[in-house]
């Protein structure tokens, strides 16, 4: 009984204070645009492929046939990978108060507090002729670099690491000094 009048008055001060909860933001999703794509693209030669498997077998021209075989399989093996990219999490990067969330995939996911990060980098994704808004997002770290994509929107998520980590630089240094001068008291 006096645990729950406890917590209670815990709960009623939150109110007041309006104490900030350690909450996740997400800040990037991943992209599928490019490989929504390829994927059709290869579908299409897939179909193309097929029609050619079919006229083979019909004329009985056997090196047309094992042409269309090989491209086939080579096919159904980047479909198969293609496959693995769309069982990826659809949030990849979130933020907490103190730290970012990298989600890799469903069990490996890394936290990287920013007092740790030392840079953020960008790299946008490139075709022949046209640079993609999607890319991947290096963060360098004192111990490791950690390297994550495809990214949706990736400069609007590399400037929003970029402030997160400035902000809590600034908050470090001002509470240094803060208590520096406390000291001197």
Do not use: W
């Amino acid at each position: 009984m006096i645990k729950n009048y406890i917590n209670n008055i815990k709960d009623k001060n939150m109110k007041k204070n309006k104490i900030i909860k350690n909450e996740k933001v997400v800040l990037g999703y991943k992209s599928y645009s490019f490989a929504i794509v390829e994927v059709i693209s290869y579908l299409i030669l897939l179909i193309i492929i097929s029609i050619s498997i079919y006229n083979s077998i019909k004329e009985e021209d056997q090196r047309l046939l094992g042409i269309a075989i090989f491209c086939s399989l080579f096919i159904l093996l980047i479909i198969y990978v293609y496959r693995f990219s769309f069982k990826s999490p659809k949030v990849i990067i979130e933020s907490d108060t103190f730290g970012i969330y990298l989600n890799y995939s469903k069990k490996k996911k890394v936290y990287i507090l920013y007092k740790d990060i030392i840079s953020v980098s960008n790299d946008h994704l490139r075709g022949r002729v046209i640079t993609y808004k999607s890319g991947f997002i290096t963060i360098h770290t004192k111990n490791k670099d950690y390297k994550i994509g495809i990214i949706k929107d990736v400069d609007k998520v590399y400037k929003s690491i970029e402030r997160k980590t400035n902000q809590f630089e600034r908050l470090r240094s001002y509470n240094t000094l803060y208590t520096i001068s406390q000291y001197k008291k």
